[in-house]
């Protein structure tokens, strides 16, 4: 990883090589973009309506 100063990369809680391919074929987030994505709005250094954040975001997952 020193080739890489600065470049950190986490899979799943582990530390990897940038080098290393870490996309497989039976990925879909890589193989077709699936994905979660979810905003929210800050004031304040804190979440506004948190509650239906977390909401939009679980109905989302399934």
Known sequence: ???H???VVTLDGQLHDPQAPLLY???L???RG???FETLL???GGPC???AHLDRLAHSAR
């Open 49 to 51: 309506l948190l509650g």
């Open 29 to 31: 987030a890589a193989v």
């Open 42 to 44: 800050v004031r304040d």
């Open 25 to 27: 074929a039976d990925d």
């Open 1 to 3: 990883m020193a080739d």
């Open 5 to 7: 100063p600065g470049v």
């Open 34 to 36: 699936d994905g979660i």
